[in-house]
């Protein structure tokens, strides 16, 4: 049988799901395909090249079509849609945040977000900055939702008996540990989208 690249990176997909990225091999894929070792490596050479073509195809999942008109929303719809796409793999958001592939997918989506800052008023330094700070908050807290435990060992007994901690138990366990990450993620969206530029903020 004759396989194709796509078969190869569905494949490897499905070896993701099953064994995680550590668990993540050419050989492993190869195994998922049911084919020899060669087969795989005539279209990806190594572990590296392979997970930069999955990492493309994750963002490549990221519809840019039927985005609001109002610039700022356009950027947080956008955002919000790269996040949905890596929490839809497992391990998706270590496995994009261990690449840049600068390849088309990459950069339709990185246009789309520079594009509506610039509509919104931000001058090109800025929309740059902000553009890799949406990135990295996202790609931050989609790692972080994905290896942390269902339950965290914090509660507010934690927090309050020893006295170490005054300014965590004002905020208490609830709101510090067991806030949901789509709440944290809607708050860090709003925040970065809404502070002024840093060069027309007051006393820079």
């Known amino acids: 049988m004759r396989w194709t690249q796509d078969d190869v990176i569905a494949a490897a997909f499905t070896t993701l799901e099953q064994e995680g990225l550590e668990g993540l091999s050419l050989r492993g894929v190869a195994r998922a395909l049911g084919a020899h070792l060669n087969s795989v490596s005539w279209y990806v050479k190594t572990r590296h090249s392979l997970i930069e073509m999955m990492a493309d195809t994750i963002i490549g999942t990221v519809d840019i079509d039927d985005l609001p008109a109002e610039p700022i929303e356009r950027v947080r719809t956008v955002v919000s849609r790269y996040r949905t796409a890596m929490l ?27 594009g509506a800052l610039l509509d919104g008023g931000y001058a090109e330094q ?37 006295g170490a901690y005054p300014a965590l138990a004002k905020v208490g366990a609830r709101l510090l540990v067991h806030d949901s990450f789509d709440a944290r993620f809607d708050y860090g969206l709003t925040r970065l989208l809404h502070l002024p530029p840093i060069a027309t903020r007051p006393g820079t």
Request: glycine share 10%.
């Open 126 to 162: 800025d929309a740059a900055r902000l553009c890799w700070a949406l990135v990295y908050f996202t790609l931050g807290l989609t790692q972080e939702q994905q290896t942390s435990p269902p339950e965290s060992d914090i509660d507010a007994k934690t927090l309050t008996e020893t």
């Open 88 to 114: 839809s793999h497992r391990d998706g958001g270590r496995l994009v945040a261990g690449t840049f592939t600068g390849t088309g997918n990459t950069l339709r989506v990185a246009d789309v977000i520079v």
